[in-house]
């Protein structure tokens, strides 16, 4: 047999738990592993508790001995909530709404962050001071200034009172936005743009045949950033456009809803605790779904654009 050398044994488990860098090695690692599954746990739970308890019966959920495994899964909670929320109706609403004002507040973003990156024009550092203290104030402030403004020009109640402010560029967060575009532009080396000034390219050419396809990263990010929040934002979207335009807004009228198609006393179709859980889900599950088919790109595009402007 193969003898060890004792001399070697200290320096290998030095190396397996500290590595050559530190951060390669063992406890580094765990310890990285379990911050991760820790923080992960807290943002999972209130999921994973949702998912797990919507699929409950209504024995299971005054069982205190039932917790993470149903005795029996209850398909006709989903079923119930369907109905509630006006599926599948309700879900294509929402994404044509959200759609339609997530892609408007991206190229207003794009092209506004463009001309702050690559222009210079009188007061800009001003504009541009102005711009971002917009995502200072609270919606709250210019509520009621906005409502003046949209009931004169005759949208109010209608959706252009969401599209209009994304189309300018004074959506909800489009300071962000714009910061987002403004500091990716910024990384462009003027070289580009100069050369093709050189060979007689428009300033429009420039921007859509360069900084465009170069800026991919930046409209995934904003895009995505854009339609998350449009679509959990309920309390402007019920001020301006009204009605329940958006799943969560429907989701805040779930019980009359519900009420409303199963009267209180009807036999085996009470609301309980996992219809309205079903509910929940139901709003949130298309976001879950459009972050899981985009993750990649997202972490992709967040890793070269650098929000920060890094």
Known sequence: MKKIDKKLIGPRLRRFFFGMKFSDGFIYKFTIYILLISFSYIYLYPILYMFVNSFKTVDDLINPGVKWIPTTLDFENYARAFQALGFPGSIFETTWYVLKVSVAATVSAAVIGYGFARFNFPLKKLLFGIM?????????????ANMLIFR??????TQWTMLLPAISGQGINAAIFIL?????YKTIPTILMESAEIDGASQFKIFRSIALPLAIPSFIIVFLFSFVWYWNESFITALYVGGQITLPLKLQVFRASYEALFPPGTPGAELNEAIMLAGNMVTIFPLMLLYFFAQRNFTQSIDRTGITGE
Request: glycine content about 0%; charged content about 0%; proline content about 4%.
């Open 132 to 144: 971002l203290a917009t995502f200072i104030l609270p919606s709250q402030v210019t509520m009621v």
């Open 152 to 157: 004169n020009l005759n949208i109010m109640s």
């Open 180 to 184: 987002i575009f403004y500091q990716f």
